[in-house]
């Protein structure tokens, strides 16, 4: 997700996004811990996604 599109979003659908997109991750780091996934590169993109969704919702809480 860019950070254009997260900008766009207002905070209840930030603060949604951000919960699908953490248990996304979780789902993704059990699925590996299990057996090795196709893409390994995919738990790298979501978990900076979960930070580009966080530091978001911190910047407009500040405000």
């Known amino acids: 997700m860019k950070q254009s599109e997260i900008k ?3 905070a209840a659908e930030l603060q ?3 919960s699908q997109t ?3 991750y979780v789902d993704l780091k059990m699925a590996h811990a ?3 996934i196709g893409n390994p590169l995919q738990i790298r ?3 900076r996604d979960v930070a580009r969704l966080a ?3 911190s910047k407009r809480q500040q405000q």
Do not use: A, F, N
């Open 34 to 36: 299990v057996s090795p």
């Open 55 to 57: 530091t978001e919702l």
């Open 45 to 47: 993109g979501v978990r």
């Open 8 to 10: 766009d979003l207002s």
């Open 22 to 24: 953490k248990k996304t």
């Open 16 to 18: 949604e996004k951000l």
